[in-house]
Nanobody, 124 residues
Framework: VQLQASGGGLVQAGGSLRLSCAASGRTFSSYALGWFRQPPGKEREFVAA????????SYADSVKDRFTIFRDITKNTLYLQMDTLRPADTAVYYC??????????????????WGQGTLVTVSS
């Protein structure tokens, strides 16, 4: 599975961005998919996850009610809609796939495949 994340960029605080994660090689049909981010100088952290088949979703508390994870089954693409962005959201964002596909994993070690990352910069 190859994952290609896109959609990052520079945005002012309070603005919005939508990240996309497209897959090649296999479909997501039985996977769990997640978004993680790594702020400058910090550890990678969980943002959101979705179980592709059940639609179950989980969010980190820091993004709940501001970010929305969703999928387009027909396009085999994962999205992260980010609204009301804050400078603290500045990070490289990664999409990841857990081929075991149970639940909505929140830990990086549970994921088997990773995209290359896309940079989101939120200015104050």
């Amino acid at each position: 599975v190859q994952l290609q994340a896109s959609g990052g960029g520079l945005v002012q605080a309070g603005g919005s961005l939508r990240l996309s994660c497209a897959a090649s090689g296999r479909t997501f049909s039985s996977y769990a998919l997640g978004w993680f981010r790594q702020p400058p100088g910090k550890e990678r952290e969980f943002v959101a996850a979705i179980n592709w088949s059940s639609g179950s979703i989980s969010y980190a508390d820091s993004v709940k009610d501001r970010f929305t994870i969703f999928r387009d089954i027909t396009k085999n693409t994962l999205y992260l809609q980010m609204d009301t962005l804050r400078p603290a959201d500045t990070a490289v964002y990664y999409c990841a796939a857990d081929t075991y596909g149970v639940g909505v994993p929140k830990y990086a070690w549970e994921y088997d495949y990773w995209g290359q990352g896309t940079l989101v910069t939120v200015s104050s």
